[in-house]
């Protein structure tokens, strides 16, 4: 499909004005697809989470669920084509080529782009992890089409149109965004914002193969050797099973002491909101909110937290929040499954003595049971 095809009349302002007959180039646009993020062997689960999320969507709109395999002739691209189907999709589009063993912008953004031309899907999803952000806004700005980026909701409108929903004005507002006369409607959603399905033993169904119409001579960027990342040890907020928080209600830096004592007397990830990071009292590795992590540990405890959208949008997903604040009216009580009404400085070394004297170190994990 050329750029001229993808042409739509401009609509009016506001939504209301949008709201018309999709143009006919578009009408035939069908399917739900996701991006099966595959970096040196590893699919990441991101990918998983937004192919429950997908199947949700295609049910809705009754079409096909769909994964997007990307890498390199070998073993671990047909793993991950049968890990797609393992987690719920119907088909498989795959584009096997040396030239996408590594991330690079040009090469995948061709082989998306070539394989939106060809089978045309209603909705494309990834991940907004490092390569998803990138790939999403160039596959986006190629296609001309609307992408809507860091995703806390996806759900479809009445007429069939996507609608997603994300923070806006530094997390103080949140808004649904529609792409009406534009097809692929495109969205980022981040690491745990949605939950991980159940994965089925399921045989590999169909898998349509598409050849990479691009040679190395093609591609700026060249691969010259691989540096594994120095910060990889740094805090894994995101896929932890207990995490403890601390705010501004904190008080001073040193009472971060607190906090980190918890969390290590019951095996957490220590963490804090966005205004610790601010005034450099925590590394911005260890912020949870909708500009930090996004977490869904099964035990959250946020330790003088207000709970504002920006950080509620990044917790809410958590199988239990205790929340300990001072303010009987702080947001954070209108989402937390617990809220206990304290001094948090007095309250955290009492709760640490307490599980000290009653975990053992070998029953600590028990909390994530």
């Not at 401009?10 to 739900?32: I, M, Q, W």
């Not at 007095?346 to 170190?361: I, K, N, Q, V, Y």
Request: glycine content about 10%; aromatic content about 6%.
């Amino acid at each position: 499909m050329s750029s001229a095809n993808r042409e739509a009349p401009r609509p009016a302002s506001g939504r209301a004005g949008t709201k018309k007959e999709l143009p006919d180039h578009f009408k035939n646009y069908r399917h739900v697809w996701v991006f099966i993020e595959l970096e040196r062997g590893q699919v990441h689960p991101v990918s998983f989470e937004l192919l429950g999320e997908g199947r949700k969507l295609a049910d809705k709109l009754g079409v096909a669920l769909a994964g997007i395999v990307l890498g390199p002739p070998g073993e671990t691209t047909q793993s991950a084509v049968a890990e797609a189907f393992a987690y719920g999709a119907d088909l498989v589009y795959n584009v096997e080529a040396p030239l996408l063993a590594d991330y690079r912008n040009e090469p995948f953004t061709k082989a998306m782009t070539d394989l939106v031309d060809a089978h045309k899907p209603e909705i494309l999803l990834l991940g907004a992890t490092t390569l998803g952000r990138d790939l999403a806004g160039s596959v986006a700005t190629t296609l001309k089409t609307g992408l809507t980026a860091d995703c806390t909701e996806l759900d479809v409108d009445m007429d069939g149109s996507l609608a997603a929903t994300r923070p806006t004005f530094g997390g103080s507002l949140l808004c649904t965004i529609y792409t009406l006369n534009y097809r692929p409607q495109m969205a980022t959603v981040r690491p745990r914002v949605m939950p991980m399905p159940r994965r089925m033993d399921r045989p590999v169904g169909r898998v349509i193969r598409h050849q990479l119409s691009v040679a190395e001579d093609d591609i700026v960027t060249k691969i010259l050797g691989f540096l594994p990342d120095s910060q990889s040890g740094k805090a894994n907020l995101a896929y932890a099973d207990v995490v403890v928080a601390g705010g501004l209600g904190l008080g001073a830096a040193e009472n971060l002491q607190l906090v980190k004592d918890l969390a290590r007397a019951i095996g957490a990830e220590h963490g804090c909101s966005r205004p610790l990071v601010q005034k450099g009292w925590l590394s911005a590795d260890r912020q949870i909110g909708q500009t930090g992590k996004t977490i869904r540990p099964k035990l959250y405890i946020a330790a003088g937290i207000s709970g504002a959208i920006q950080h509620r949008v990044g917790v809410e997903g958590a199988d239990l929040i205790v929340a300990i604040n001072t303010d009987p009216n702080a947001p954070i009580f209108d989402f937390a499954h617990l809220g206990i009404i304290t001094d948090a400085i007095r309250f955290l070394p009492a709760l640490t003595e307490a599980f000290t004297r009653r975990l053992s170190p070998h029953s600590r994990d028990k909390l994530a049971n």
